[in-house]
């Protein structure tokens, strides 16, 4: 998307928004309540200010509704399932038309789901889709299966695995288990990657075995965080990688897991160059653009969250008039309880010389800020 199409399709539906609501009031994302009318309050609650991606998106959505007209309570809770959950009551009792949450346990919020159901609360599953209620109205999300199917190709592409090259030093790596995208990350690229695990040309030197569904788990870590993942590389290759032996491939599921990794790599003496291991990604993160310039990481995998944002505003306009809340997958994501209906969108490959067209041009970043 042209950054002159998003600034218009923005202006429209701004003037549609405020066709719903003549009020608007700033928000304090910290505070606990909000100036001006409620009556059309929209509550927007985010996982954590730790990763770059959320402050992003928080700040998008929030600043799109603003705009258009709506009353808005933005919240983020520190990676902390019960000040999220405190959160949410918090919003339900100033009667919010809608709730937009990005859950940081999918598993952990049907209690309080209730609570907005029986207050006629509609719930959008922000890109990470909440697990176990009934009360989960809409899912609006990136392709997150085919997220990882990108990573695996691009592996597969890059160590010509389809012409039988191989054997190559592999360590996969999945995102936190209390999170429901990271078995699709996960699963999208493993399904390209298993058979070669399975012929020999991928080995696993820390023996890391996935073998059934729920395996991923194993290779998880716990809140997307860097260091765990730097931690966890240092400890793989201090325990198998000796005698000369290298690792050659990283499967890293996100940004934040790769920046821990490759900083693991470099302190252990691994420098940029032709033998540098390749590291996959996700997210497009400023720290994590900069290591694919200087050539610390091979790709990510680019999920614009204005998309998401743009497209998650549209469904909230839809849900407050009244009208068809536009959605793309009816199929795919079962909660436990239902399908919930879904919008997905398209993510993008990032490698170093594509940076400029789809990053800078799109207005995503500016040349300034990522040095070139």
Aim: charged share 20%; glycine share 8%; hydrophobic share 40%.
């Amino acid at each position: 998307m042209s950054k002159n199409f998003r600034v218009l399709a923005s202006v429209a539906l701004a003037a549609s928004l405020a066709a719903t609501s003549a009020c608007s009031s700033t928000r304090d994302e910290s505070s606990s309540s909000t100036g001006g009318s409620t009556s059309n309050l929209i509550g927007i609650a985010m996982p954590t200010r730790s990763l770059e991606r959320w402050n992003n998106d928080g700040a998008h959505l929030d600043g799109l509704l603003k705009k258009a007209g709506y009353t808005t309570s933005l919240q983020y809770a520190d990676n902390k399932v019960d000040q999220q959950i405190t959160q949410l009551e918090n919003m339900i009792n100033q009667n919010p038309k809608v709730l937009v949450v990005a859950s940081i346990d999918g598993t952990a919020l049907g209690p309080v789901l209730d609570k907005a159901a029986k207050a006629n609360v509609k719930v959008i599953a922000y890109d990470r889709l909440i697990n176990g209620s009934p009360n989960v109205d809409y899912y609006a999300t990136f392709d997150n299966y085919l997220v990882g199917k990108l990573q695996g190709q691009f592996i597969e592409e890059k160590l010509g695995l389809k012409d039988g090259k191989g054997p190559f030093n592999l360590e996969p790596f999945a995102g936190s288990s209390d999170d429901n995208n990271a078995k699709f990350f996960f699963n999208g690229a493993w399904d390209v990657l298993k058979p070669y695990v399975e012929s020999g040309k991928l080995v696993i030197p820390s023996g890391k075995k996935i073998a059934g569904e729920e395996d991923w788990k194993t290779v998880s870590i716990t809140g997307w965080k860097s260091e765990t993942a730097q931690a966890e590389m240092d400890n793989r290759i201090n325990s198998f990688y000796t005698g000369g032996k290298k690792v050659n491939v990283v499967l890293s599921p996100n940004d934040s897991l790769a920046l821990g990794i490759a900083q693991s790599l470099e302190s252990k003496g691994y420098k940029p160059g032709a033998d540098y291991p390749i590291i996959t990604g996700q997210d497009a993160d400023l720290a994590n653009v900069k290591n694919i310039i200087a050539d610390k990481q091979a790709m990510t995998v680019w999920k614009d969250t204005r998309t998401l944002g743009d497209q998650v505003a549209k469904m909230v306009d839809a849900i407050v008039k009244g009208g068809t809340v536009e959605t793309n997958d009816t199929k795919t994501y079962n909660n436990g309880v239902k399908v919930v209906p879904a919008y997905l969108l398209p993510p993008v490959v990032v490698v170093k010389d594509e940076i400029k067209a789809k990053l800078v041009d799109s207005g995503f970043y500016t040349a300034d800020k990522l040095g070139l």
